[in-house]
Nanobody, 124 residues
Framework: QVQLVESGGGLVQAGASLRLSCALS????????MGWFRQAPGKEREFVAA????????TYSDSVKGRFTISRDNAKHTVDLQMTSLKPEDTAVYYC?????????????????WGQGTQVTVSS
């Protein structure tokens, strides 16, 4: 049973940086593409970033491109999201997700496994 656990959320001021981490257990990490999503109150869950199984391919939403960086460590079974120049509109619960379909890097919510989420709050 694949389990994902996020960590690293918190309350920061606008312009600050924050690093989220997600650990996968119960599966072979390198057999999954990984994604980060977020959901603000009253809004649908939206794609943030994704990385393929080897770490050689990444993609980002336009709203975070140039500010956020996704990376993975297959030896540690972790995927990180480095967030810089944070804005109040980045406030949301952030989720990591795992997708076993390695042939395509999915940017929708059609991932098989999800973490419980970690809250990120950016004050103005």
């Amino acid at each position: 049973q694949v389990q994902l656990v996020e960590s690293g959320g918190g309350l920061v001021q606008a312009g600050a940086s924050l690093r989220l981490s997600c650990a996968l257990s119960g599966g072979t990490f390198s057999r999954y593409n990984m994604g980060w999503f977020r959901q603000a109150p009253g809004k649908e869950r939206e794609f943030v970033a994704a990385i393929n199984w080897s770490g050689g391919l990444t993609t980002y939403s336009d709203s975070v491109k140039g500010r956020f960086t996704i990376s993975r460590d297959n030896a540690k079974h972790t995927v990180d999201l480095q967030m810089t120049s944070l804005k109040p509109e980045d406030t949301a619960v952030y989720y990591c997700a795992a997708d076993p379909r390695l042939q395509v890097l999915v940017t929708t919510t059609k991932y098989d496994y999800w973490g419980q989420g970690t809250q990120v709050t950016v004050s103005s």
